[in-house]
Nanobody
Framework: QAQLVESGGGFVQAGSSLKLSCTAS????????MGWFRQAPGKEREFVAA????????RYADSVEGRFTISRHRAGNAVYLQMNDLKPEDSASYFC????????????WGQGTQVTVSS
């Protein structure tokens, strides 16, 4: 099991940028992918972006494509989410997740960091 800790959330105005970080500790050497999800009040958790470690393949939700960029630390124990041109609809709790195989489920999660975007 690994521990995932997110940071970098905050309160910003529309059009601003934020960079979220997720640092993993513990058993991280067998990670297959890490990703970001978000959940707004009253809504279900939704996929934002993910990166597969082998080949650094990235995938994005349509709603953030072109505005958000996921990247990883060279050592492989951290993942980042650069968020540009933030919109009020991006307001949510953002969660980091990890998985160890090519599965649909993400078994390991962080506690989340809040992002609030004012109009």
């Amino acid at each position: 099991q690994a521990q995932l800790v997110e940071s970098g959330g905050g309160f910003v105005q529309a059009g601003s940028s934020l960079k979220l970080s997720c640092t993993a500790s513990g058993r991280t050497s067998s990670f297959y992918a890490m990703g970001w999800f978000r959940q707004a009040p009253g809504k279900e958790r939704e996929f934002v972006a993910a990166m597969v470690w082998g080949g650094n393949t990235a995938r994005y939700a349509d709603s953030v494509e072109g505005r958000f960029t996921i990247s990883r630390h060279r050592a492989g124990n951290a993942v980042y989410l650069q968020m540009n041109d933030l919109k009020p609809e991006d307001s949510a709790s953002y969660f980091c997740a990890a998985k160890r195989g090519k599965t649909d489920t993400w078994p390991e999660w962080g506690q989340g960091t809040q992002v609030t975007v004012s109009s």
